[in-house]
């Protein structure tokens, strides 16, 4: 099964400042999707930026953008111009494309904003 | 606000009892998944249907079952519960299968938290 890796078990930021988060994941396949998603206090899961492996343009969503590296199995976040509503626990996803879109979850970053 | 809706929101109750969690998918979405979340951790997919019928299994306990019915709500069933299945209890939909396609995207409903006493 894929795995997906996340080593920062906690990270904090000063608010306006840049801070990257990381992840690691495995995987056989060629074709397949990566997503970060936001949890904050509410636990409701929100989607903060997806990519798609077979584009090696990363993606960008305002103030977050992606640093996707296949070869290495590296998908990293980083989020500039921090702000106090960015505290959150931050988790990376693995969809597969071709096995009913299963999804593996890291075990998440918790950001803290410092103001 | 996603479109997707779980009730309760909060579930308490005893080892050994059994529960149901509901989920309403976002409307014109016909694939339903559940996922379970124990504390500090990430989410583990456990089942997902679509338009009715099981389409794929995680990590999901026998003492677990779940349902999608023809107005394509689902349901979770938990029965012999235990203290470790004290979980926050997500439910996502999307619109299809499609492989490669916006309409595959996943979207979470607020959960249901569980606690097992």
């Known amino acids: 099964a894929q795995t997906v890796t996340q080593s920062q078990p906690e990270m904090s930021v000063q608010e306006a400042e840049t801070v990257t988060l990381s992840c690691t994941y495995d995987t056989s396949e060629s074709d397949y999707y990566l997503f970060w998603y936001k949890q904050p206090p509410s636990r409701q899961m929100i989607l903060v930026i997806r990519?798609?492996?077979?584009?090696?343009q990363n993606a960008t969503e305002n103030r977050f953008s992606v640093n996707f590296q296949k070869a290495a199995k590296s998908f990293s976040l980083k989020i500039s111009d921090s702000q106090l509503g960015d505290a959150a626990m931050y988790f990376c996803?693995?969809?597969?494309?071709?096995?009913?879109?299963?999804?593996?979850f890291g075990s998440g970053t918790k950001l803290n904003v410092k103001p | 606000d996603s479109g997707v809706t779980q009730t309760p929101k909060h579930l308490i109750t005893a080892t050994g009892q059994r529960v149901t969690l509901r989920c309403s998918p976002r409307?014109?979405?016909?694939?339903v998944y559940w996922y379970q979340q124990s504390l500090d951790q990430g989410l583990q997919f456990l089942i997902q249907?679509?338009?009715?019928?099981?389409?794929a299994k995680g990590n999901i306990l026998e003492r677990f079952s779940a349902q999608q019915f023809p107005d394509l709500h689902s349901e979770l069933n938990l029965s012999s519960l235990e203290l470790g299945d004290s979980a926050l209890y997500f439910c996502?939909?999307?619109?299809?299968?499609?492989?490669?396609?916006?309409?595959?995207?996943?979207?979470f409903g607020p959960g249901t938290r569980l606690t097992v006493l």
């Open positions: 409307s014109g979405d016909l694939s």
């Open positions: 996803a693995y969809r597969e494309i071709y096995n009913f879109n299963k999804f593996y």
């Open positions: 990519q798609e492996a077979y584009k090696q």
């Open positions: 249907y679509y338009n009715g019928e099981e389409r």
């Open positions: 996502a939909s999307s619109r299809g299968l499609a492989a490669r396609s916006s309409y595959n995207e996943q979207f």
